[in-house]
């Protein structure tokens, strides 16, 4: 029996998805520039960004399921781990927009196959300690690796003049780095499913639930909401806003912002419960308001609320998972909920663009309605 603290588990993985993050969260903040460069338009931008996470939403239904079957959570964890980041470098060999797009989507199937898998260990990890604390933690060292990308590709695009086929290719370094902390921790504890040995809470019913799938569309519409920055980047291009070295370090500050908002609403989450979806949610909903229509330091403030979103998004969303469904089949859980709450991702992001192509009024509007509407199904979810 493996009897490491699975404290440190929670610390590996939150290694692992530092450089992860380190790798595709650097590349994601110059994908919506870059793919301008190669004569990529706003309505592009908007679909690639989407239909990239509703594909990777999608299939995580399809891995999540086979995670539950084959009980090889550590095999298709490195698998999508492996595509995931390998796809980021690869970027630098792109010459046209279809041959960019195509490994942006891949690097999203990748993630696809690795997250209901590493995700179902984490939430056996965190029994013990609390989901939202645990979950939390994992979430801010993951932005720790999502604030040093940016920053990192920032660089070497000021050293470069604005060289995004070499930022990529550096990339492949903390690739790799994580890649090898994974096999580690893998061996370290073959058997994570040990730390759960009871439910947080007994559940009423066995299996997924109406309050599991009322959940899932409210956070679902949220999402349709929550303009993704690859069109954000895009339009900070596009305006001139900000110079091209600067715009990674706003992606930067909104990951350090969600790295620390993670830990507030983990803890908070274990509090009060899922009740705090409704303060992360109504603070940071009007986000588009300051960079669509900000100046310069208005699109700061609105980066802050994108990564107090975000923040809540990756922590007590995903923590909430295990509160709907039961240990037996957690993975199927995860990878249905992505799967609902990608689809709507991608209408949402391929709504945006279309918006932002005709009026950025319109933009901002639907942004903040379809956010705060989520709330109604949120509080119906609560009370199933």
């Known amino acids: 029996m493996n009897t490491r603290s699975p404290f440190f588990l929670i610390i590996l993985l939150g290694v692992v998805s530092l450089f992860a993050d380190l790798t595709y969260e650097g590349a994601r903040s110059i994908i919506g520039p870059y793919l301008a460069t190669l004569g990529a338009s706003a309505t592009l931008v908007g679909f690639v960004a989407g239909f990239g996470e509703f594909l990777g939403y999608l299939l995580r239904f399809l891995s999540g399921y086979f995670a539950d079957k084959l009980k090889r959570y550590w095999a298709l964890t490195f698998i999508g781990y492996f595509i995931n980041l390998l796809s980021v470098p690869a970027l630098y060999f792109a010459k046209t927009p279809f041959q960019a797009v195509s490994l942006i989507l891949l690097e ?25 604390i645990g979950f939390g933690i994992h979430e801010a060292m993951d932005q720790i690796g999502a604030l040093a990308g940016p920053l990192f590709i920032s660089l070497i695009l000021f050293y470069t003049q604005k060289d995004y086929k070499t930022a990529f290719a550096f990339l492949l370094i903390p690739a790799l780095v994580a890649l090898l902390i994974l096999v580690g921790s893998a061996l370290l504890y073959p058997e994570p499913s040990k730390y759960e040995k009871y439910e947080d ?35 900070f291009e596009k305006k001139r806003i900000f ?26 989450l274990d509090k009060k419960g899922l009740k705090i979806l409704f303060v992360s949610i109504s603070i940071s909903s009007v986000f588009s308001l300051f960079v669509f229509l900000g100046d310069f330091k208005l699109a700061l403030l609105g980066m802050v609320l994108w990564g107090i979103g975000m923040g809540a998004q990756e922590s007590v969303m995903r923590a909430s998972i295990s509160f709907f469904v039961p240990k037996t089949i957690r993975a199927t859980g995860y990878g249905i909920f992505n799967a609902i709450f990608g689809f709507f991702w991608f209408l949402g992001s391929f709504l945006m663009g279309r918006l932002y192509d005709v009026s950025l009024y319109a933009l901002v509007i639907v942004s903040i309605v379809l956010q705060l509407s989520s709330l109604v199904l949120l509080r119906k979810a609560l009370k199933s």
Request: aromatic share 16%; glycine share 10%.
């Open 201 to 235: 809470k007994p559940l009423k019913e066995e299996g997924l639930t109406r309050a599991f799938y009322l959940y899932a569309i409210s956070m679902g519409i949220y999402g349709a909401g929550y303009i993704d920055f690859a069109l954000i980047a895009y339009h």
């Open 243 to 268: 110079e091209a070295s600067f715009i990674p370090l706003t992606y930067a500050l909104a990951m350090g912002v969600d790295a620390f908002s993670s830990l507030i609403f983990g803890y908070l």
């Open 108 to 132: 999203r199937i990748g993630k696809a196959v690795r997250s209901p898998a590493r995700d179902t260990i984490l939430s056996y990890a965190t029994a013990k300690i609390g989901r939202g």
